[in-house]
């Protein structure tokens, strides 16, 4: 059968009054050439050439054709034209959009989406313990996780070769333990993926290597983050005696029980994962269980500090501080 690629217009990209037409593909926009040079230095140095007599046009306006997909330059230029598109955070965005704006706001410079998508970005794959925990996000990426793997893996991994790209490192540590608590059955689908919705999703031989490093010593960290349920000690100002030790003890098996029969490493997530709070809070003493949460929390801190080492990348001061560089004005 035939395939008919006559261009065609997009009519919500279509100024009547609009002196330029883009061609992505077979999408064609009319746009405000004047508008694109004033936030694009590619587009300005692009616009400024002057045409030949003969020049291509539509409807008397001057055709300029992009290489990049038509998907990525509707979202891009209606971030641009439509100021109520793709607003900052706390203002709910697509995932999708996300990506196709950090991608043509970097190529074509337009520096403050490039800023606003990282952002949005950012509040997905924290850099804190404390962003991790919360529900900061202000995008639909969240709402991947905790769906059939085959949802929330080409995402993830499409942030991943995102940033790489773009070199927004900082994102990493969270991407990746998220790809890392898969299963043995969902592993190889990591190692397949090739596409998100249209955007390229593939982990690169190093990074195919990176995960399963990770979700190895993942597996290890779970241990260290419960190991204050094994040691002896208490609180010193205890007055449960016996009562809290046993309660420790349940408490202990019963994520043990947990780790033997989850299908990912979850060291971040055990004790919370497992239900023992409850159980603690109602058997221990007031003492004792503030000492355990305390202890709870070390732990899961020191997981967290551990993250970036063991994807190959610099400490979370490091990836805080390019962070920051990143998304300043």
């Not at 891009?76 to 034209?81: H, L, S």
């Not at 990176?210 to 000690?233: G, Y």
């Amino acid at each position: 059968m035939d395939v008919d690629n006559t261009p065609t217009r997009d009519e919500e990209l279509w100024f009547s009054d609009g002196g330029l037409v883009v061609q992505a593909e077979q999408s064609l926009f009319r746009v405000y050439g004047g508008i694109l040079a004033a936030r694009s230095p590619v587009f300005k140095d692009m616009l400024s050439i002057t045409q030949p007599p003969d020049a291509e046009t539509i409807e008397g306006c001057p055709v300029v054709r992009l290489p990049d997909r038509a998907a990525d330059i509707t979202v891009f230029f209606r971030a641009i034209f439509d100021s109520s598109f793709f607003e900052p955070h706390p203002y709910e965005v697509s995932f999708q959009s996300v990506l196709s704006i950090i991608r043509c706001s970097g190529k074509y410079e337009v520096g403050y989406l490039r800023r606003r998508a990282l952002v949005h970005l950012s509040y997905d794959l924290p850099t804190t313990l404390s962003g991790y925990d919360g529900d900061n996000s202000s995008t639909n990426f969240n709402s991947f996780l905790g769906s059939p793997a085959s949802r929330w893996i080409p995402p993830c991994i499409a942030a991943v070769q995102l940033a790489r790209q773009v070199n927004a490192l900082w994102v990493l540590p969270v991407a990746f333990h998220h790809l890392a608590t898969t299963d043995k059955k969902t592993t190889q689908k990591v190692l397949d993926c090739t596409s998100f919705d249209g955007h390229p999703a593939k982990l690169s031989g190093d990074d195919q290597f990176v995960f399963l490093t990770c979700s190895l010593l993942l597996i290890r960290l779970e241990h260290d983050a419960v190991s204050f349920l094994h040691s002896a000690d208490s609180s010193p100002k205890c007055v449960g005696g016996t009562k809290c030790s046993a309660a420790c003890l349940k408490a202990m098996t019963r994520v043990h029980r947990y780790m033997a029969g989850i299908v990912g490493p979850v060291p971040l997530g055990l004790c919370g994962s497992a239900g023992i709070w409850p159980d603690l809070s109602k058997t221990c003493c007031a003492q004792c269980y503030g000492f355990l949460k305390a202890a709870d929390a070390v732990a899961r801190q020191e997981v967290w500090d551990k993250l970036p080492s063991i994807c190959g990348l610099p400490p979370w001061p490091e990836l805080e501080r390019m962070k920051a560089d990143a998304l300043k004005c």
